[in-house]
């Protein structure tokens, strides 16, 4: 059964299910859904695993899963990175689940998805897509976590919202940092820019623009210039998905209408510096070359999550120099 996200953020009570699963691109969104669980089960213990781990021992899986005490509190699963191969152990388990619940996390799954179809069709298992953020969801968050806050003129609420990139994982960072500094609750133009650090942001989204154009001189004099953060790849990597998604949202619409109307009168509007970069981006890149990036977008996520060892700055360049690349073969 498919529930919407924002009903849920509302109030969570609403689903009572044995396995749940949250998917989708917006990492932000899916991290409040578990501390949402957290917090309204604070007597529950939490197990979490990686769908690769139960399927490399799925016989521990299942000990840790049925081998409790009558006495014992509730267990609920926290599982990661699922794919369809979980869903034959998923199937096995859900009609012997009794004090258990199991939360399944994923990024984007398509519509082809078995795990995806057999939840949506179930009548008592469920499934909640998690969909990048838009500018008003983005605001409502700004709103009620600084509540009570004086300067939060419209200046400033477009000042974090252009900073996070539409990415709730980078804004809620963001607001945490503004909760504590502005201790007496009294926003400052000039320090909030200091403290978004917007410099460093508008390093990365050169270097991103200047790769999407394909221009190669450019592009390697950034990347020998700009910092990339160890800890900020999932940051990082939102800011390339968010503007590929809208690449790929006015190729097609490009179809029907002229590139500079759409990108004029496109929801949610386009940062008006932005507009001639795009207008620009869009004669290097289709449907074809879009979809074959943001297929690589997503391994190099998958990759940096599951890979504890690996250097992800490493990554990202590299998926920096194929993004380039591709544009000049396009």
């Given at each position: 059964?498919?529930y919407?996200?924002?009903?849920?953020?509302k109030?969570?009570?609403?689903?009572?299910c044995d396995?749940?699963?949250?998917?989708?691109?917006?990492?932000?969104?899916?991290n409040?859904?578990?501390?949402?669980?957290?917090?309204?089960?604070?007597?529950?213990?939490?197990?979490?695993?990686?769908?690769?781990s139960i399927?490399?021992?799925t016989?521990?899986?299942l000990?840790?899963?049925f081998?409790?005490?009558?006495?014992?509190?509730?267990?609920?699963?926290?599982?990661?990175?699922?794919s369809?191969?979980?869903?034959?152990?998923?199937?096995?388990?859900?009609?012997?689940?009794?004090?258990q619940?199991?939360?399944?996390?994923?990024?984007?799954?398509?519509?082809?998805?078995?795990?995806?179809?057999?939840?949506?069709?179930?009548?008592?298992?469920?499934?909640i897509p998690?969909?990048?953020?838009?500018e008003?969801?983005?605001?409502?968050?700004?709103?009620?976590?600084?509540?009570?806050?004086?300067?939060?003129s419209?200046?400033?609420?477009n000042l974090?919202?252009?900073?996070?990139?539409?990415?709730?994982?980078k804004?809620?960072?963001?607001?945490?940092k503004?909760?504590?500094?502005f201790?007496k609750?009294?926003?400052?133009?000039?320090?909030?820019?200091?403290?978004?650090?917007?410099?460093?942001?508008?390093?990365?989204?050169?270097?991103?623009?200047?790769?999407?154009?394909?221009?190669?001189i450019k592009?390697?004099k950034?990347?020998?210039?700009?910092?990339?953060?160890?800890?900020?790849?999932?940051?990082?990597?939102?800011?390339?998905?968010?503007?590929?998604?809208?690449l790929?949202?006015?190729?097609?619409?490009a179809?029907?209408?002229?590139?500079?109307?759409?990108?004029?009168?496109?929801?949610?509007?386009?940062?008006?510096?932005?507009k001639?970069i795009?207008?620009?981006?869009?004669?290097?890149?289709?449907?074809?070359?879009?979809n074959?990036?943001?297929?690589?977008?997503?391994?190099?996520?998958?990759?940096?999550?599951?890979?504890?060892?690996?250097?992800?700055n490493?990554?990202?360049?590299?998926?920096?120099v194929?993004?380039?690349?591709?544009?000049?073969?396009?």
């Amino acid at each position: 059964m498919i529930y919407k996200s924002y009903l849920l953020e509302k109030n969570f009570k609403t689903i009572n299910c044995d396995i749940t699963l949250f998917y989708g691109e917006n990492i932000g969104l899916r991290n409040d859904f578990k501390n949402i669980i957290k917090s309204e089960n604070p007597d529950v213990l939490i197990k979490k695993f990686d769908q690769e781990s139960i399927i490399k021992d799925t016989e521990f899986f299942l000990t840790e899963l049925f081998n409790f005490s009558l006495f014992e509190k509730k267990i609920f699963f926290f599982i990661e990175n699922v794919s369809d191969k979980i869903l034959p152990i998923m199937q096995e388990v859900e009609t012997k689940i009794d004090k258990q619940k199991i939360y399944l996390f994923s990024s984007v799954l398509d519509k082809k998805s078995k795990l995806r179809g057999y939840l949506e069709k179930s009548t008592k298992n469920a499934i909640i897509p998690c969909y990048l953020d838009n500018e008003i969801n983005l605001k409502n968050i700004i709103l009620d976590k600084l509540f009570g806050f004086k300067g939060l003129s419209a200046e400033n609420l477009n000042l974090i919202i252009q900073n996070c990139n539409h990415d709730r994982v980078k804004l809620n960072n963001e607001l945490d940092k503004i909760v504590v500094f502005f201790e007496k609750k009294v926003l400052d133009k000039e320090k909030l820019e200091l403290l978004l650090n917007l410099e460093v942001n508008d390093d990365f989204n050169s270097l991103r623009d200047e790769a999407i154009l394909g221009n190669k001189i450019k592009t390697n004099k950034l990347l020998d210039n700009t910092i990339i953060e160890f800890d900020k790849s999932v940051f990082y990597l939102s800011l390339l998905n968010q503007r590929f998604r809208k690449l790929s949202e006015i190729n097609n619409l490009a179809k029907t209408s002229n590139i500079n109307q759409i990108i004029n009168n496109i929801k949610p509007a386009i940062f008006w510096k932005d507009k001639p970069i795009i207008t620009t981006q869009m004669k290097k890149w289709n449907s074809e070359t879009i979809n074959q990036i943001q297929k690589n977008i997503y391994i190099t996520e998958i990759k940096t999550k599951s890979e504890n060892l690996i250097n992800k700055n490493i990554l990202i360049k590299k998926l920096i120099v194929d993004i380039c690349n591709l544009a000049n073969a396009s």
